[in-house]
């Protein structure tokens, strides 16, 4: 049997103006992670661990996200996102691909595998996000407290001055609308969440990322071209509605669907175990 092994977190650059911080854990053949709106490659402390004695997992920090560099003139829009998790996986040269994501991450799972076909082997796509309707549609979904303080960022003046005075309670209580019970947010990843947002530039990313919520929507369109095999996962509680799940699962054909009970959207965190039983059973 293989002994897991991981290292450090690293700093891969893909291009002059683009560099991703990811960690390497496991042995086997290559799964990449990409995470939620708003976290970092920590987010998968609980279900890396689980996954890396059946692969080589790669946790990447999206552009702009926990420790990866900023470029403050990117667009921050799922194009650029897509590009960025493509980059990663052609510099290091993987083939045979596990794309798992979550959320944006499992809407770009969906779409790097599109444009990238003979590279990824398959896909998990959980709690994809691919259903905006409007400025943080999905995150506004969770509670009454993130409706408004999510909802207030698009507001000029207002908006920069409220994603200034973010704090770690103020984000507790807007990532815990995300999850089927909100005591299972741990402590110490949101301290680290808070810790990160006080880098320079990063609370006015954030606010730039929620500004391309159209195209999250836009992303399905890529779907139809997927040919991999896919996986959707649903949390019971997730902030998408049955009827989008249906119409994601509508352009994948051949698609499988689980549902995780007593889960909210952030199930990698809320359920790893359920997760990666269905990864790791397929």
Known sequence: MLTATKSQPSLLQISDALSLRYEKSGNGPPLVLVHT??????????????????????????????????????????????????GFIEKLNLTGVTLVG????????????????????RVFASNPYDYE??????????NWFANLIIGSLQIPILGPFNAWMENQMVLGKIMGGGYHDPRKLPSELLAEFGRVAQRPGYKRIARKVLAGWRSWSEARDQYRHVSTPVTLIYGDSDWSRPNERERTRALL????????????????????????RIILGS
């Open 133 to 142: 309707t409007r400025y943080g549609d999905g995150l506004r979904r969770g």
């Open 102 to 121: 979550e959320s944006i991450g499992g809407a770009l799972a969906l779409t790097v595998a599109a444009a990238i076909p003979r590279r990824v082997e």
């Open 37 to 86: 709106i708003r976290t970092q490659l920590e987010y998968f402390r609980g279900l890396a661990p689980l996954l890396a004695k059946s692969f080589t997992v790669y946790a990447i920090d999206l552009p702009g996200h926990g420790h990866s560099p900023i470029d403050p003139l990117a667009s921050f829009d799922e194009p650029y996102f897509r590009q960025s998790v493509i």
């Open 253 to 276: 054909p051949d698609a499988r669907m689980f549902t995780l009970k007593d889960t909210g959207h952030f199930s990698a965190v809320e359920n790893p175990l359920g997760l990666a």
